[in-house]
């Protein structure tokens, strides 16, 4: 789990007094308070507010709601001094942070992902928008020497509450900020892509961590939940685990979250009410959505929480901040590399000090401007450059196709032939492609962009790649997946992996000494359930042996294959722990037993087979 704690770091510092200058002035400029503050329904929702002693001027309010604590709680401070909230302390603003309904000292009952309600007909029709409303109506009322403006911020889980309080529809909310939002968790957020459960990050963070639990109170224990054996193996520990019903039979009775997981496993109307997207309309306060080109947890949110404001809600003044960064990595102190790749500067300093703090201070204090700030400021890797443009994808992005070709060959040029050729691989449930090739037990972050080289040598895994590029080659917008495919069974995963190559007389990284030379550098990858193919609510077993088209759309991307580079192309059945295995037989799989599990006989059909790239001018 150490991404969660590394995203509670930066996130909610908290600490005795260090013994700094920022610390001491902390302390000698601010006050904290603590206050109960009431919801419609009568529930007391916990919050810490520090507030500046300068009584000079009216401050602005910014707040961010947590399921994970505003702790410390009573007369320590929250260590906003060890993090860049710092430069809104030095503004003057009026720092809130709310424990969430039903988690640590709030009242009232935690759900996770709280769908919205859109018409709400009485108090007791609360979600995460109404609490919301509530906070704010109180902040303004209630706190000295507030000008009455308030901005909301948050990462990943706050995130999705950052979303929920541009619905609530306060006057004085004048700015959000979500985050790596969670937005969609069937699509592309935490527990599943495309469908597919994301196994380790779902158990890990649900049953592992316990989150689904509430925990009223800080001094109450963590509820107990199933720790694997002490074990620095990941593949191996989820391996002998075997089949879902294993996994969920160590939750226990307490996890509603998981239990409701496995009893829907396609896309219904559980799923679609848990849509952070399905309330976005007319929001009235100003867009901020950040979010990692190489984030591994909420990748999806930040892109589609975006599109859904200019569709949506086209007359809000909306904006997108995507970095070169890892889940939360633009509040951390380095953004300048991830794993072995590095983004040539500090970008998430670039990011605080150009666009985030001035985006609040704008609209919250009426200081300074944003007309610097585009529709979308997009950072390329490869070139390592930041991009602006007047909206996403780019008018100038064009949709092009790049074919798999017989030979392990990978071109823009199509080379159709009389009589259909393919690869084979045999996809094997009890030996699944590892999605990294360390030995490790918690989930990288540095997968996104890690070295492919490992899987590219094993037997179950396909590459195409090109000649060696003439001219730099510039990728802004979401990738497509298009497979001819044909199986020996009833239903297979379709792993799809965009992949930059690095040229082979690159020298080692500096700093890890690792070699650079031929480096497959993850750019995008992606899983696909192929019973999704038609329709994500009807699944479909796949007829043996009948070629069938299995096509997907992948996350965005902003990227530049520099001359000498080649782009490959890997597919694979499985990527292990990351996502659930498939029995590769059409069962359901969350109720499947260990014999379920076969092997399988899948074929690629060359020139039927493609990418579409959204190639840019």
Request: charged share 25%; hydrophobic share 35%; glycine share 6%.
């Amino acid at each position: 789990m150490k991404k969660l704690y590394f995203l509670l770091s930066i996130l909610f510092p908290f600490a005795a007094f260090a013994q700094n200058a920022d610390s001491a002035w902390f302390v000698n400029n601010y006050v904290k308070k603590e206050v109960a503050i009431p919801a419609r329904d009568g529930a007391k929702l916990f919050t810490s507010i520090y507030l500046p002693k300068d009584s000079n001027e009216k401050h602005p309010i910014l707040m961010v709601r947590t399921p994970y604590s505003c702790a410390p709680y009573g007369k320590a401070y929250r260590a906003y001094w060890r993090s860049f909230m710092m430069k809104y302390c030095k503004e003057g603003y009026i720092m809130v942070t709310q424990d969430v309904r039903g988690r640590w000292m709030s009242e009232g009952e935690f759900v996770v992902v709280h769908p919205f309600i859109p018409d709400k007909k009485s108090n007791k029709d609360v979600d995460e928008a109404s609490d919301t409303y509530d906070t704010i109506d109180w902040l303004v009322k209630n706190l000295p020497n507030n000008n009455g403006n308030v901005g909301v911020s948050g990462i990943s889980f706050p995130g999705f509450y950052a979303t929920m309080a541009a619905l609530s529809g306060h006057p004085a909310l004048k700015a959000v900020s979500p985050q790596a939002p969670v937005t969609d968790r069937f699509f592309g957020d935490d527990d599943h892509h495309n469908g597919v459960l994301f196994l380790m990050d779902a158990f890990g963070f649900h049953v592992g961590y316990g989150f689904s639990q509430p925990r009223p109170k800080p001094t109450m224990d963590r509820a107990k939940t199933y720790q694997f054996p002490e074990e620095e193996d990941n593949y191996a520990a989820y391996l002998s685990m075997g089949a879902l019903p294993n996994f969920t039979k160590v939750t226990g009775d307490s996890l509603k979250f998981w239990s409701d997981m496995m009893n829907h496993p396609n896309l219904d109307a559980w799923w679609k009410a848990r849509d952070a997207r399905s309330g976005i309309k007319n929001v009235k306060p100003a867009m901020l959505v950040v979010g990692g080109l190489f984030d591994a947890e909420d990748g999806y949110g930040a892109w589609n929480t975006y599109q859904a404001l200019v569709k949506q809600s086209p007359a809000t003044n909306s904006r997108l901040v995507i970095g070169p960064w890892y889940h939360g990595q633009w509040a951390s102190r380095d953004g300048s590399h991830l794993g072995n790749i590095r983004f040539g500067s500090k970008t998430n300093e670039w990011y605080q000090d150009n666009i985030e703090v001035p985006f609040f201070n704008y609209y919250l204090k009426g200081k300074g401007s944003v007309d610097t700030m585009s529709k979308a400021n997009i950072f390329f890797s490869g070139e390592n450059k930041w991009r602006k443009f007047a909206q996403w994808p780019p008018v100038d992005a064009t949709p092009t196709p790049i074919y798999l070709k017989q030979n392990n060959n990978l071109s823009f040029s199509p080379d159709f032939n009389d009589t259909p050729t393919f690869d084979t691989y045999v996809s094997d449930p009890a030996k699944p492609v590892p999605y990294a090739d360390k030995i490790h037990f918690d989930r990288t972050r540095e997968y996104m962009d890690d070295d492919q080289r490992f899987a590219a040598r094993r037997p179950d895994v396909l590459v195409f790649d090109t000649d060696t590029l003439r001219d730099d080659i510039t990728l802004a917008g979401p990738v497509v997946a298009d497979l001819m495919v044909s199986l020996s069974n009833t239903d297979a995963d379709f792993v799809v992996k965009l992949i930059d190559v690095l040229p082979a007389n690159t020298p080692k990284n500096p700093d890890t000494k690792y070699p650079m030379g031929g480096y497959q550098m993850l750019v995008r990858g992606d899983i696909m359930r192929g019973r999704y193919r038609n329709s994500f609510s009807n699944p479909e077993a796949f007829v043996p042996g009948k070629p069938t088209e299995v096509k997907f759309t992948m996350p965005d991307v902003a990227h530049t294959f520099k001359k000498g580079h080649r782009i490959m192309v890997q597919v694979q059945s499985s990527w292990f722990p990351l996502a659930d295995r498939n029995p590769q037989q059409f069962v359901d799989i969350y109720h499947a037993k260990d014999s379920d599990f076969v092997k399988e006989t899948i074929k690629i059909y060359h020139e039927l087979s493609k990418l579409i790239l959204p190639v840019l001018k």
